[in-house]
């Protein structure tokens, strides 16, 4: 394939409010990229995602607006970006099943994730769960996108869907899909769990108090994090390995004053970790504040962000249905004319 356009997608599932993991692995992240001009941009709510676990039909709906008012909030602008909600563009359905077709079913078995989501319950698992990596891989593929900034929980899921489309081109022909490349995101890559250092913060995983959730308001941020724990060492140090509590920290620090953890630990070096955990609370806090504000906004006016939604499937489609129609001939369907 000539070489191929810059491209980046990433998706967030609406299943709960976003975390302050997904505002520094994710949305900030993208808001820089975009800033650059250097990528076509894609971002997407991952609806159909959200339902491998099942989901109560209001928060569902809730949720979807709230993913795409925070990626707005965050400073994505929908007029530089493509942004829109995963089932508005059948296209991914559609190629999911294709390339669920071409997956096995050993390659999805060996998925960490799944294997950890399913523990204990092998009969009674969804079957969505054990597929949507080959959905997934329809979502990355459709745009032939050729970087996927994702967290180490997601490395695995990009890995799999390079295979998957490896094989179809050595099957149909190179030009069948662009090969992705999973890509870490350049702010904390894997905020952790604030009183579980070695989770990923997650609202699925997080007990309480270990996740901050953008919507958290300053007194519970604070409160989060100077209850974080820590270690007794008691020494400031970027060591993620014997003190991840604190390396964690210090990550967050970092990503919200566009600092390295190295520069953070200078500043911090021979401090006690309570006026560390001090400026930590206040920088997440700076951060979030004008982004919240934003965020109210957007939700107050569904109607408007519907007509932004409906703007983004619509340039969303115009690549998916190419694609798509690309992959058909391929395979040898017959195209509806
Ligand atoms: N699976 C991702 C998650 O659980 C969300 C997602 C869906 C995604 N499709 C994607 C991420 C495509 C990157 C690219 O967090």
């Not at 995963?86 to 190629?95: D, G, I, K």
């Not at 519970?220 to 140090?237: F, Y």
């Not at 939700?299 to 489609?317: F, P, T």
Request: charged share 20%; hydrophobic share 40%; glycine share 6%.
């Amino acid at each position: 394939m000539s070489t191929p356009t810059p491209t980046i997608l990433s998706g967030i599932k609406p299943s709960g409010q976003p975390t302050l993991g997904n505002y520094l692995g994710a949305y900030l992240p993208f808001s820089r990229f975009l800033a650059k001009r250097t990528h076509n941009v894609f971002m997407m709510v991952a609806d159909h995602h959200a339902i491998t676990v099942r989901q109560d039909p209001k928060e569902l709906t809730e949720n979807t607006y709230a993913i795409a008012a925070w990626y707005i909030a965050s400073g994505l602008n929908p007029d530089d970006c493509t942004l829109f909600v995963q089932s508005h563009v059948p296209e991914h359905a559609q190629l999911g099943w294709i390339l669920t077709t071409f997956t096995q079913m050993g390659e999805l078995a060996r998925m960490t994730q799944y294997k950890d989501k399913s523990k204990g319950e092998n009969e009674a698992v969804g079957a969505g769960l054990f597929m949507y990596p080959s959905l997934m891989a329809a979502d990355i593929l459709l745009y032939d996108t050729t970087e996927v900034p994702v967290g180490d929980d997601q490395t695995q899921h990009v890995e799999l869907c390079r295979d998957i489309a490896t094989r179809m081109n050595n099957l149909y022909g190179p030009d069948t899909f662009v090969l992705p490349k999973a890509v870490k995101p350049v702010a904390a890559q894997r905020v952790r769990d604030l009183q579980n250092p070695l989770k990923k913060m997650s609202k699925s995983e997080a007990g309480e108090g270990g996740c901050i959730m953008l919507e958290d308001e300053t007194s519970a941020i604070t409160k989060k994090i100077k209850r974080a724990v820590t270690d007794t060492l008691a020494e400031v140090a970027y060591d993620p390995a014997n003190q991840p509590g604190l390396a964690n920290l210090i990550e967050i620090l970092a990503a919200c004053s566009h600092r390295t953890p190295k520069e953070v630990v200078k500043e911090f070096k021979g401090s006690q970790y309570g006026p560390l955990k001090g400026a930590v609370a206040e920088a997440v806090v700076q951060t979030l504040e004008p982004v919240q504000a934003e965020y109210a906004k957007l939700m107050a006016d569904k109607a408007e962000l519907q007509n932004i939604l409906a703007k983004g499937a619509k340039k969303a489609r115009e690549k998916a249905a190419q694609t798509l129609g690309r992959v058909m001939t391929k395979v040898g369907y017959v195209l509806p004319r």
